[in-house]
């Protein structure tokens, strides 16, 4: 392991702390200046729930995972698991190739949550928002969250990615995340222009309309390439950007999306069902 490797890894609290709270900041005073849609109503208590949902995967994060995928990485590689303990070359390259193949992971992931029933019932917290922002980017029911942890410790295990390269991938994917829900007005032609690379906020809001078909595109969290590719990409939503009704056809109460207890009992009530008939 290179010096740089080592420092950053002994610095991951510092480094993930920062990229997140000062990425999250930019954000809402990039929402505030140039929204992309006007906000609905509840705004602060959507954020609350949110950030109070936020908290507790925090905590559970914790007790379930204390050391984390880069725990995992590092005893994958103490035992030399995994194709990159196989295939040797350049750090920097296994580096680029890793952050790549668990991109396309994690697409793989939320494909399987939107089709998997079981999946279904936590991840739908996530889209029962009925509006998105920067907090919709932490709005993650634990039960998805221990699933996600179990995915992606799987996908780290097979590829042997290093520890300094999954934290890496792990600071890019929640800097995503709130990038890519934040109520930012882009430029047509930057959006476009963007869009032959990462995902952007436009693309994402598209996946979280209350269309199904449209519910079913557009999976990709930080490259693009992964819907092309697999034929699940949406260029433009029926209504336009300001048409789209965001979240679920159910529930819409505002007791079940938001609140702390209402987004916590939705699995495992009636809330998680797709559509409604």
Known sequence: MSDAAAAL???????????????????????????????????????????????????????VAPAGLVGVAAAAQGARLGLFSVVEGPAWIEGVVAIVLLDLAVWAQHVAFHRVPLFWRFHAVHHADVDLDVSSGVRFHPGEMVLSYVWKAIAVVVLGAGPATVLVFEVLLNAMSLVTHANLGIAPRVDALLRRLVVTPDMHRIHHSARREETDSNYGFALSAWDRLFGTYRDGAQDGQLGLTIGLDAPRDPSATRTLLGVLAMPFGGGWRRWTA
């Open 9 to 63: 890894l002994d610095q991951q609290g510092i480094v993930r702390l920062g990229v997140f709270a000062g990425l999250a900041v930019a954000l809402v005073l990039f929402e505030r200046l140039r929204p992309r849609r006007p906000h609905g109503p509840g705004l602060w208590s959507r954020r609350g729930a949110n950030a109070a949902l936020f908290g507790v995967d925090l905590v559970l994060v914790r007790f």
